[in-house]
């Protein structure tokens, strides 16, 4: 009985210890989420995002393995407690998934349009989905008054019944998100 204890002891300690290691070294390489290595003074914003429309639907083709999208493009409004985050955003997307698994990969490129400032953001994005799941992450690049800022987020999908019912103006939503980031390269909040 003592020798179980003991093993068991020491095999607890171990898992412990790797946990430890492992979830330090996957903060230090990641950092938060939103978070850029190598970026000092983010400011953090966060809020949410709705698609309001979608202007073209693109061209939708599936076999019996893969389904794909082309040239669909959508526009989302983003209301955040950063005004530099809140605005509208016009997403071109093209993706690719495999129906047998879920593994896939979605690119295309955005314009975001603050509501307040002067300039754009641009985005070329390529994104991937593991078991159904997209995992969205990106960076806006600032043009025009907004040259030289930057704004990093994560995205995360929830149910559309969510979104307030105003976010569209006035009609429902067709898709919900949450999003959190970091703005970089203004001076404060």
Request: net charge negative; glycine share 12%; aromatic share 14%.
């Amino acid at each position: 009985m003592k020798h179980s204890l003991k093993k068991w002891i020491a095999f607890m300690g171990t898992v412990l210890a790797l946990f430890m290691v492992a979830s330090s070294f996957a903060y230090a390489a990641d950092g938060p989420r939103g978070y850029s290595p190598g970026k000092k003074d983010g400011v953090p914003y966060s809020g949410v995002g709705a698609l309001c429309a979608v202007l073209n639907p693109g061209e939708y083709t599936e076999t019996s393995k893969e389904a794909s999208l082309r040239d669909a493009l959508l526009y989302y409004r983003m209301v955040t407690d950063h005004p530099m985050t809140t605005g509208w955003l016009t997403l071109e997307m093209n993706w690719d998934l495999n129906l047998k698994g879920g593994s896939g990969k979605s690119w295309g490129d955005s314009v975001f349009e603050p509501d307040t400032y002067t300039g754009t953001f641009l985005e070329d994005y390529s994104i991937k989905a593991r078991k159904f799941v997209w995992y969205v992450t990106g960076t806006w690049y600032g043009t025009g008054d907004l040259a030289g800022i930057s704004v990093d987020y994560t995205s995360e999908q929830v149910d559309p019944s969510q979104a307030p019912p105003d976010i569209c103006g006035g009609t429902p939503a067709l898709g919900f998100e949450t999003i959190e980031g970091y703005i970089y390269g203004i001076d404060s909040p």
